[in-house]
Nanobody, 132 residues
Framework: QVQLVESGGNSVQAGGSLKLSCRAS?????????IGWFRQSPGKEREGLAG????????FYGASFEGRFTISQDNYENMLYLQMDTLKPEDTAIYYC????????????????????????WGQGTQVTVSS
C-alpha cells in the first residue's frame, strides 16, 4: 500500500514561486509506478499537472503547465517535487500527489494521460493560495 504525504503549500503573491514535496512510502520493488501531481480548485474537476515514471527521467505535463511547472524526483529518498514559478491567482488550489501502479504499459499510459481515474493512491493534499 503506497502512502503519499504532500508538503510545501503556502500563500504567495502573484509572480512568486513555490516548491511542493511529496514523500512516498510502501513502494513494491516488483511493480512500476507513475507518480504525479494534480490540483483541484473549488467548483472544478481535479486536473493533471505533471507525471513521471518512478526511477526514470522522462517527464509528462498537462496542457499549458509545462514551462511554469517542473516535476522532479529523488528515487533514493522516495520524494517527488513540483517547482511552480510565475504563479497566478488562478493557480490557487489544493495540490495532490498521486501514484498509479502496475505494468509498464499501465503506468506509462497513466503518466502520458494524467487521467485521475488511472491513479490508485492519493495524498491528502496541500493548499496553495496565490494572491494578486
Amino acid at each position: 500500500q503506497v502512502q503519499l504525504v504532500e508538503s510545501g503549500g503556502n500563500s504567495v503573491q502573484a509572480g512568486g514561486s513555490l516548491k511542493l514535496s511529496c514523500r512516498a512510502s510502501g513502494y513494491s520493488s516488483s511493480r512500476n509506478y507513475c507518480i504525479g501531481w494534480f490540483r483541484q480548485s473549488p467548483g472544478k474537476e481535479r486536473e493533471g499537472l505533471a507525471g513521471m515514471v518512478r526511477g526514470y527521467r522522462s517527464t509528462f505535463y498537462g496542457a499549458s503547465f509545462e514551462g511554469r511547472f517542473t516535476i522532479s524526483q529523488d528515487n533514493y529518498e522516495n520524494m517527488l517535487y513540483l517547482q511552480m514559478d510565475t504563479l497566478k491567482p488562478e493557480d490557487t488550489a489544493i495540490y495532490y500527489c498521486a501514484a498509479a501502479s502496475g505494468s509498464w504499459a499501465r503506468v506509462d499510459g497513466a503518466c502520458r494521460n494524467l487521467d485521475v481515474g488511472q491513479f490508485d493512491y492519493w495524498g491528502q493534499g496541500t493548499q496553495v493560495t496565490v494572491s494578486s
